[in-house]
């Protein structure tokens, strides 16, 4: 009985997807649940080894840097030697740097390791989402797109709890175990994954034209996710300051964060048919506002009851936001460019990180800039979202 309504529900989730899909989010989950250096490498620098905050801070500046060439790098690699190739070589190469900073000592070498794994921690990423868009129709994309991000949500309280659990005990039996989740993702790739996945196709005269013209809505795109990853990286940065002036605790903003991670777990998969029949740039753009006007609202919330509807709303946003703009990635790409264009798309998730904590700059200048500021990036993407529509449209039309 237990067996029949797993296979339903399997079913029901992943029913229409190419043979493959499975392993390659299963991987996905298996990994992210196994990331435990990066949450927790501000207190490794400074508690394990008494690093000073500068030190730190400068060291995890690099991790950032690394992240967002990461994801390029990535992307270049996917065009040119495969999809499975690239993965394989990212995540091996992960584990390789997540042993070599668990080896080094010393503020300089400490930092080079931490740099490289930045620099090849996403690797395979641009790689994955091309597979995914090589293999799984235009109209399921979507789908597929969001039910990995519901892997990363169901993982991420696993990773939370174990990296908390691990670095008490042992930090060379967390960077072990991190290593190891890679390694294991790598080996679902290389043996699991079928081939029809590692394809990478040939660019023509014609295609190279369409790519020439697609670049005007590919640079729209790469501001459009600028502006809505922006407002959405405040929950790790305005959102929980705000909460503590407002009175309430580091535990209320888990539970918050918590509710998050549930609600877009179990809805990003429940909803995923429906996002198939939804216009992907006005569903995008819907959203995106979603995320502003919800975080707007948390911004004004000063109780945990109020705080936990407002996260429903931007919740909400994510889990189309997450779902959609990879897909219209998809859309936008040549077959033979897939791997750039998602490598740009994930840089511009990590600039918006990189710049995401000057949110916390305006709240302390005026609490209430950045809460407007949310709500007119939220506002201002749908109508953005709109005129790339008509981009698009133009460009096929050609």
């Given at each position: 009985m237990a067996g029949s309504w797993a296979a339903r529900l399997w079913s029901s989730r992943f029913g229409g997807l190419p043979r493959g899909f499975g392993v390659l989010w299963a991987g996905m989950l298996i990994n992210r649940a196994g990331t435990f250096v990066a949450p927790f490498l501000?207190?490794?620098l400074t508690g394990h080894h008494g690093l000073s905050s500068s030190?730190?801070?400068?060291?995890?500046?690099?991790?950032g840097v690394g992240v967002m060439l990461s994801s390029p790098l990535g992307g270049l690699l996917a065009d040119r030697i495969g999809r499975h190739q690239t993965m394989v070589v990212g995540l091996v190469a992960a584990a390789a740097c997540q042993l070599l900073l668990s080896l080094a000592r010393g503020s300089v070498l400490i930092g080079v390791a931490v740099f490289l794994l930045g620099l090849v921690g996403e690797i395979f990423r641009p790689a994955a989402q091309a597979a995914v868009a090589d293999v799984v129709p235009e109209?399921?994309?979507a789908r597929a797109f969001g039910l990995l991000h519901s892997a990363l949500n169901l993982a991420g309280p696993v990773a939370a709890l174990g990296a908390g659990w691990f670095a008490t005990r042992s930090w060379t039996l967390l960077f072990v175990l991190d290593a190891a989740t890679s390694l294991v993702f790598a080996?679902?790739?290389w043996t699991k994954l079928p081939r029809s996945f590692a394809r990478v196709a040939q660019a023509d005269s014609q295609s190279s034209a369409v790519d020439r013209r697609w670049n005007g809505a590919l640079v729209g795109v790469c501001l459009l996710t600028l502006a809505v990853y922006f407002t959405f990286f405040q929950t790790s940065y305005a959102v929980p300051v705000n909460m503590l002036d407002s009175g309430l605790t580091a535990r209320d903003y888990g539970a918050m964060m918590a509710v998050n991670g549930v609600f877009v777990a179990v809805v990003q998969p429940a909803v995923g048919?429906?996002?198939t029949s939804v216009p992907k740039w006005h569903g995008l753009g819907a959203g995106?506002?979603?995320?502003?006007a919800g975080l707007w609202a948390t911004g004004w919330a000063d109780t945990l009851p109020l705080l936990m509807a407002t996260v429903v709303v931007w919740s909400f946003g994510e889990v189309?936001?997450?779902?959609l703009l990879p897909s219209l990635v998809a859309d936008l790409a040549p077959p033979e460019s897939r791997g750039g264009y998602m490598g740009a798309f994930g840089a511009c998730i990590g600039a918006a990180g990189v710049v995401a904590p000057v949110g916390v700059t305006l709240y302390h200048t005026d609490p209430s800039l950045v809460w407007w500021l949310c709500l007119a990036l939220g506002a201002a993407a749908w109508p953005g979202a709109v005129a790339l529509a008509r981009i698009t449209r133009h460009v096929h039309d050609q």
């Open positions: 501000a207190i490794y030190t730190a801070t400068a060291i995890c500046v690099g991790y109209k399921d994309q080996t679902l790739v048919p429906w996002l995106a506002l979603c995320i502003g189309m936001v997450t779902a």
